[in-house]
């Protein structure tokens, strides 16, 4: 199979990243990734730092020399950038959205062609190639494209496949997750100080034990209450600290949240909607 050649218009944080996991894994050359910014000084900087060839605007040219285009501009600008590649996509193709907010069925009607359309919801930990994605497609991509839509984005992390409807879920899980754990984090190293142990200590204790705790859910397999209910000693240390966070509401809490951001995501595609004049999906 000839390797894809890849166009990433839009390429800012996540674009940038998505550039970096992609060629750091080996699925896609230099020579084969070309990215578009809209101004001079970002493409000069994305140029400079990936060896590839970047472009200021010149959307149009970038996307046709693709067989995969990720639209990663921010959702208010995906659709100028849709009008202005539209005419020279072709049906053999893929068209990868990143865009929060902006169902599969807004990007295929703006687009005007039966093209395999994906859209994406990475999360920011993509920098690192320890993300997560949730991606969706539509009737016509192939089981061998989702493959290797797949193979782009697990350079950067875990993919999961969701239904479009589910993606205001994953929007609000793991897209926005990461911040709810930042907090988790920084409430640790809080009570670390609190506590009397230095700064330097309460960080790496508490960071490494998030991390490790994960690690630890994810490589055994088990449900986390299973992994909890091994660390706990009757009437220990454990089981004291548990009680509380019970009394506070801490699982309620988080669950009351992520219900929250998914009705606040979903609103926010019939907002973005107005605002970039489309029609409601
Ligand atoms: N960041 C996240 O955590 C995250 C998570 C999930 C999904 N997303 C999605 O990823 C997309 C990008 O987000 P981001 O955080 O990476 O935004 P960003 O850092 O602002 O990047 C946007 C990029 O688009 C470029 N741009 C703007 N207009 C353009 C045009 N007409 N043609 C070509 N390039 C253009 C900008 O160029 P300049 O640099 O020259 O201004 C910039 O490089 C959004 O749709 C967002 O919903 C982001």
Not at 11 to 24: D, F, H, T, V, W
Not at 37 to 64: C, M, Q
Not at 266 to 278: G, H, K, V
């Amino acid at each position: 199979m000839t390797p894809p050649r890849v166009t990433v218009l839009g390429a800012g944080n996540m674009g940038a990243a998505l550039i970096g996991g992609m060629l750091k894994a080996g699925v896609v050359a230099a020579e084969n990734l070309t990215a578009t910014t809209r101004s001079e000084a970002s493409a000069a900087k994305l140029a400079e730092r990936f060896s590839i060839v970047a472009t200021a605007g010149g959307n149009r040219d970038a996307a046709r020399m693709a067989d995969i285009v990720i639209l990663a501009v921010k959702p208010t600008s995906i659709a100028k950038v849709i009008h202005e590649i539209r005419d020279g996509l072709r049906e053999n193709q893929l068209l990868i959205s990143l865009a929060a907010s902006l169902p599969l069925a807004v990007i295929e009607s703006e687009v005007r062609l039966l093209m395999p359309v994906f859209r994406a919801m990475p999360n920011i930990p993509v920098v690192l190639e320890e993300g997560a994605i949730g991606i969706c497609h539509n009737a016509i991509a192939t089981r061998a494209q989702r493959d290797l839509v797949e193979s782009l984005f697990r350079a950067v992390g875990i993919v999961a496949w969701v239904e479009d409807e589910q993606m205001d879920a994953v929007t609000a899980l793991s897209g926005s997750g990461p911040a709810y754990v930042y907090i988790f984090i920084e409430a640790m190293i809080a009570a670390g100080l609190k506590m009397g142990l230095s700064r330097d200590v309460s960080a790496r204790l508490a960071e490494q034990t998030v991390l490790g705790a994960a690690k630890h859910v994810r490589d055994s397999g088990l449900h986390p209450a299973i992994l909890r209910d091994q660390v706990i000693t009757p009437g220990g240390v454990t089981i004291a600290a548990i009680h509380e966070l019970e009394r506070h509401g801490l699982r309620s809490m988080l669950i009351s949240a992520i219900e929250t951001a998914t009705h606040h995501s979903r609103q926010r595609t019939n907002a973005l909607l107005e605002q970039i004049n489309l029609p409601n999906s």
